[in-house]
């Protein structure tokens, strides 16, 4: 299984306009950088099969941007287990819905996605993903037991320029 771990995009501050956190939305310069990190993720040719999303927004609407920019364009489904209370063991459950073949993008927050990272690695380093950052780690089976690979991990800078029209 390839999985491709991303965290959302650029979204609006907290506070008195967004008291429900789960509500703020992408800026509009977080739209913008998604785009183009989705036209890096076509170029490079990964073959995403299926985008799985926190159900917050910023979430939502950075797989749906995602999964807009990619050739054949991929379902998106919900997920509780990336959402801010969600944890690596209900990750791998969840995973469980996809076969061993499968390329899923898996797009949630921090720390969460760190934390995953480790987990899905048998590593004890978090990554740190900013705000549209993508790693890739292919897993030969969903047991904790069996770590899976760290391939790559593209920050949010390199990832726009490599998506920048051309």
């Known amino acids: 299984m390839q999985l491709y771990l991303i965290r959302h995009g650029i979204a609006a501050e907290r506070g008195p306009a967004y008291p429900d956190d789960g509500a703020r939305p992408l800026t509009e310069q977080g739209q913008g950088r998604i785009r183009a990190e989705a036209r890096a993720l076509r170029r490079v040719g990964p073959g995403i099969g299926h985008v799985v999303t926190s159900p917050l927004l910023r979430a939502r609407q950075t797989a749906k941007l995602l999964a807009e920019g990619l050739d054949p364009r991929p379902p998106v489904v919900d997920c509780a287990a990336l959402g801010p209370d969600g944890t690596p063991a209900e990750v791998r459950a969840a995973l ?71």
């Open 96 to 166: 469980g819905a996809y076969g061993a073949d499968a390329a899923v993008a898996l797009v949630g927050h921090e720390p969460n996605l760190s934390e995953l990272a480790a987990a899905l690695t048998g590593g004890t380093v978090r990554l740190g993903f900013k705000k549209g950052a993508i790693c890739r780690i292919d897993l030969d089976t969903l047991r904790p037991a069996r770590p899976g690979a760290l391939r790559w991990f593209i920050p949010p800078k390199l990832l726009r320029l490599l998506g920048s029209p051309r």
